[in-house]
């Protein structure tokens, strides 16, 4: 079956404009994740989404990102005004209900001029 | 402070050799992932340890984990120029279930 997709791939934007990011889940899986990765890092968690219940923001970095899922499937991750340091790959991931085994999409390289 | 340590961080290898990559914890862990990120692509999952002790082999690639559940190792065999990427471990921690906490990696390269 098809797997977690992320769109754009590539994004450009200039420091101080709003970027969004899209992430298509595996379909049935419940979980989603939003995860973001610098040259050569590891990876650094963001938000988490199970179901209907309230997410775990305890990543966000400030209170410029924002996520939200709309009918338990697609995700938005949202970056306002932004800066040369969210310059990243930002990886969603999907999983199961009762498993913590998390299926990525390809990721989307932000690029903050 | 990171939950999970990984070491080395860096590993560069010539093909054939045998190589061992850590993943250690204070805390305990229900169950730890491995998975391997070539780049330009998201990590792909190896494999899920879940029992203190348990081996598991998938081809070249042996885990364990430790009795105790707060280490892991993955050795690898032989490696091949395919084998190159970053390694990464992932553990839950408590009963958040779904939330994984990932160790920063360690970057093979293997030289053919």
């Known amino acids: 079956g098809a797997g977690v997709s ?8 200039e420091k101080g404009k709003d970027v969004e990011l899209r992430c298509d889940p595996i379909s049935g899986h419940t979980a989603l994740y939003w995860y973001r990765q610098s040259l050569g890092q590891g990876l650094e968690f963001l938000i988490y989404f199970q179901g209907n219940s309230a997410p775990d923001k305890s990543g966000l970095p400030s209170d410029r990102f924002s996520a939200e899922r709309t009918g338990g499937s697609v995700s ?10 969210d310059s990243a790959v930002y990886l969603c991931a999907s999983s199961q209900r009762q498993t913590y085994e998390q299926y990525f999409g390809p990721g989307t390289r932000l690029t903050v001029t | 402070t990171q939950l999970l340590e990984q070491s080395p961080q860096f590993l560069s290898i010539q093909e054939g050799e045998n190589l061992t990559v850590y993943c250690n914890s204070s805390s305990v862990f229900s169950s730890l992932q491995w998975y391997r990120q070539e780049p ?6 190896l494999v899920t340890v879940v029992t203190g002790g348990e081996v598991k082999k998938l081809k070249r690639l042996t885990f364990q984990f430790g009795d105790a559940r707060k280490d892991s190792s993955l050795h690898i065999t032989a490696a091949q120029p395919g084998d190159t990427g970053l390694y990464l ?8 279930l779904g939330r994984l906490y990932f160790g920063r990696g360690t ?6």
Not at chain 1, 6 to 13: E, F
């Open chain 1, 6 to 13: 992320q769109s754009p791939s590539n994004k450009v934007t």
């Open chain 1, 76 to 85: 938005t991750l949202t970056i306002q005004r932004t800066q040369q340091e």
């Open chain 2, 40 to 45: 330009g692509e998201g990590p792909v999952l």
């Open chain 2, 89 to 96: 471990c992932a553990g839950p921690v408590g009963s958040t």
């Open chain 2, 107 to 112: 970057q093979l390269t293997v030289w053919p």
